[in-house]
């Protein structure tokens, strides 16, 4: 059995859950998923719409606020009870954080950041990019492994979902807040000015093209018209024109939504595996031979400074 570890905040779930579930089920075999938190309740309910054996709640008072030990605690228990194969989780901020203790706990080996999970003469191999995405490395491990998922990588609509409900079941642990070393403070999205692109649904993303640091306001017009989220490649952000958490990339977020508008950005290897995840992505850039085409869905050859406002004008009309 697959467990898959759901990632949920005051009762909403993470998209990437589903991205997760969907790889597990990809992967064969039967998959039961866990949320852990003080009250799972709602998030339980939502994932037992997926075609799943079970859905484990593992709730204790102590599990929220999030912090590292106190889930390395409570997964740890309820994997020694479940015994399952693979672990899969998303690859969040949050699991980066607890995922390694987790799998050191457990004795067993951690793969991060797998783009999918393939069969080769009987062996479960895990897929992740190495060298900054330029290269699928295949990673063979002995035993059970945890494995977490690269934001997009599988797509959430992919999910196989039940006839009926699955069976939702409680999880007792023991989880000792006077154990806990961390002392949380406000999550990472709730930080001032900082914005989870992750969870977009369209993203317009500005690129060098863009020329100065005035003209991003049309990139900004063009985003509030279709009610997307501002991105940006490392020249821009590294300029100051827009700020970090508006990076995407391999040094910035990884995201996935359903349409990626890139303006002016050459498609260099690094942006690229920041983004490839998009549902639709859509290219405007002057040079016919640029490196976005190759991921575009649709690709506009022309002066963004031409087609923008034109967009821009016909959306408004
Ligand atoms: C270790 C490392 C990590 C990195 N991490 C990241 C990362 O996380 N994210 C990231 O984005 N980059 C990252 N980079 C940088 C990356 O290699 C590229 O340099 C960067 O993505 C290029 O940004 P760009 O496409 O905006 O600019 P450029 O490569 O300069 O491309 C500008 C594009 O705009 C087009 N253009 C120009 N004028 C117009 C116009 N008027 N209309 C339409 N098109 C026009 C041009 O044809 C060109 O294709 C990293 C690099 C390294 C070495």
Redesign the pocket.
Same mark, same amino acid.
């Given at each position: 059995m697959t467990l898959v570890i759901a990632e949920q905040q005051d009762g909403t779930l993470n998209k990437s859950s589903w991205e997760t579930i969907a790889a597990a089920q990809q992967a064969g075999g039967p998959v039961t998923v866990a949320v852990v938190g003080a009250d799972t309740a709602a998030a339980a309910g939502e994932l037992a719409s997926a075609d799943v054996a079970e859905v484990l709640r593992v709730e204790a008072p102590a599990l929220t606020p999030y912090t590292l030990d106190g889930f390395v605690a409570a997964l740890g228990e309820v994997i020694a009870a479940e015994q399952p194969g693979d672990v899969f989780l998303p690859h969040t901020y949050r699991t980066r954080d607890f995922a390694p203790a987790l799998a050191v706990r457990l004795g067993r080996a951690l793969v991060t950041d797998c783009v999918a999970v393939k069969q080769d003469a009987g062996r479960r191999l895990f897929v992740r990019p190495v060298f900054?995405g330029r290269l699928l490395a295949d990673v063979a491990c002995d035993g059970p492994a945890v494995a977490t998922f690269q934001i997009g990588a599988v797509r959430a609509d992919t999910v196989a979902r039940g006839a009926a409900p699955a069976p939702i079941r409680a999880v007792a642990v023991t989880v000792d807040a006077g154990a806990i070393r961390q002392k949380p403070e406000a999550p990472f999205r709730e930080a001032k000015q900082a914005v989870d692109l992750s969870q977009a649904e369209r993203i317009v993303s500005?690129?060098?093209?863009?020329?100065d640091q005035e003209k991003v306001a049309l990139a900004q017009q063009l985003a509030a018209a279709i009610g997307a989220e501002l991105g940006?490649?490392?020249?821009?952000?590294d300029a100051g024109w827009l700020p970090m958490d508006r990076?995407? /990339?391999? +040094? !910035?977020q990884t995201v996935a939504p359903k349409l990626y508008l890139?303006? /002016?950005? +050459? !498609?260099?290897?690094?942006?690229l595996?920041?983004m490839k995840g998009a549902r639709t992505i859509v290219a405007?850039?002057?040079?016919p031979e640029?490196?976005?085409f190759e991921v575009a869905d649709y690709g506009v050859v022309?002066?963004?400074?031409?087609?923008v406002p034109a967009v821009i004008k016909e959306l408004q009309g």
């Open positions: 900054q500005v690129g060098r093209g863009i020329k940006a490649s490392r020249p821009i952000c990076q995407i /990339g391999s +040094s !910035g890139a303006l /002016g950005i +050459s !498609g260099a290897i690094q942006h595996v920041g405007i850039n002057k040079d640029a490196p976005i022309g002066d963004l400074f031409d087609i």
